[in-house]
């Protein structure tokens, strides 16, 4: 198929207007070629030669990854170009919205190709074209002249219908004249105005980013919420018809090792929806497969843990002294206890009830004391049951005036610490903590579980799991609808966040409505507007009462204040005093039945000595 530089020098001509006019703003162009041809035009030109399409995939990849991503094609089976094109996109890591293809006719033996002609049509056909705006084909007229002229069409890519691939006719080119019949942009599409076409948008209802399935007397298009309003307003600038696609069972969904996925990223994915929304952050094996636009909201990531409850009264007695001083108090009385026995010349008799009087500061009988040893010893103890009943009064007195409870959940280290499982209704909670190679963050990764709405919200009532909840800039909370406002009364929100993230829209690959996007966020970002529909969305739709109990969830467990001391307060001290109550009762039956027994027997004995 050799392609004859005399008749090949007049669509030189016309490539050379197009680069003029068209192309030369770009930094390298590639040429993707059947056969070596050298074309004298101007700028940075990289030639590529390939038979076969895995072949060309990777000879693009290399070609693109230097930045050279727009293209000038002639192949005798075009539609090979297209589907490495596609591969190219997908693989690698350059993303461009604007890229621009020229695609040329085989010529064999001074004619042009019978089928050249048919073949560049069917290219628009292909669903691959679909996601190009600009694709520009060179195609010979049929008109009959000694001059070669050549028809300049490209896709429908605008409107509201389905017929994205009809061939739109541009312009015409006369190797005579070497003019355009017509002189208009032979690249159209700068997304400025898409006059109705459809954008898919994958979405699924979170509170405050998408609300649907709304009351239309509500709000007219039945949808709502901070990420809505960002690809509504998209659209009005753009001129676009939004078509919400749905997975609701799947949520923010996955994408699969096998190239498939579900939920919002899944649809985005395969191409089922162009935008993909709904508190998707900047997590890294998504931005791998798909675009990310400009962030548009920042969210800190925490949870609502169970919150303290009063100590329960039996403990109080106990709360004076910390569990080491009590184990300090348990040795010093086993100590004192052996010094008393060895003064007393290893003699047991009361050692242990005469420690522990003199622990509580009771008072000891004189007859008690017969040598300086035993003395000595005893005041020592008096001395540290002084010091020790001291403190110990003071402790108790403070206990019971003032509440106790139990120690607050407060970062991740009393997370893991405690085994707390905190749960949500999908893992995409995990997905900014998976590639962290810290111990505690790995920890925390193995505590979390997904669970249905429905059995979050009952499990909200038993104080054994924690709830992913967010943080928002404009002091706003998304929580899920399982945490009702009975719940939070029994739920506090830690003091640290887990972690903090970016907002973004998901699309594919170089899509084409990326940098329209972000032009858009940074006209929000600047106007204020984004924390202002935060405010309003949440003000609409939230339940505002759970908001407050969260907001001010930390201010329930504030120190009451001092009250009378009541019986509430005593009940631990009663408990011990019954209990100790019980256990003398019970020595007191078990001593008395052992001293009957004995008594009886040396009776029995008795008699019997006298009886012989």
Partial sequence: MALLAGVFWKIEILLQAIITNFLNSYICVTMVLENNIILKVPGSFMSLYANNSDDLSYLMLNASEMGCSDYIVQLSEPKIFITAFEKVVHMGNVRRSDRKIVMLPTINENLVSVNSKEKLLNVLSMKETSFIANVLLILPSDSHSECEIYDLITHKFVGPGEDSNEPVYLDKWNSCTSKFDKNVNLFPYDMSNLYGKVVKVAAFTYKPYVLLDIDTNITPRGRDGVDMRIVEEFCRWINCTIEVVRDDEHEWGEIYNNSTGVGVIG?????????????????????????????????????????????????????????????????????????????KGFVMDSVFLTTFGIMVTQSQSESGLSSWRIRSVVGWMLITGLVLDNAYGGGLASTFTLPKYEPSIDTIQDVVDRKLTWSATHDAWTFSLKLSQEPLIKNLITLFRTNSAEELKRRSFTRDMAFGIEKLPADNFAIGEYITKEATLDLMIMLEEFYVEQAVVMMRKSSMYTNKINKLIGRLHESGLLLAWETQVSLQYLDYEVQLEVRFSRSKADVENIEPLALRHVQGIFILYAIGIVLSFLIFLMENFVYTRKAKKLQQNLSTSMTA
Avoid: H, K, Q
Wanted: glycine share 2%; proline share 8%.
């Fill in 267 to 343: 649809n985005v994915f395969e191409d089922r929806a162009d935008l993909g929304i709904t508190a998707l952050y900047s997590w890294y094996e998504e931005y791998v497969a798909l675009d990310f636009s400009s962030p548009f909201l920042r969210t800190a990531v925490t949870c609502l843990a169970p919150s303290p409850r009063l100590l329960a009264s039996w403990e109080m007695p106990l709360l004076p002294f910390s569990p080491y001083m009590w184990i300090g108090l348990i040795l010093t009385f086993i100590y004192a206890s052996f010094a008393l026995m060895i003064a």
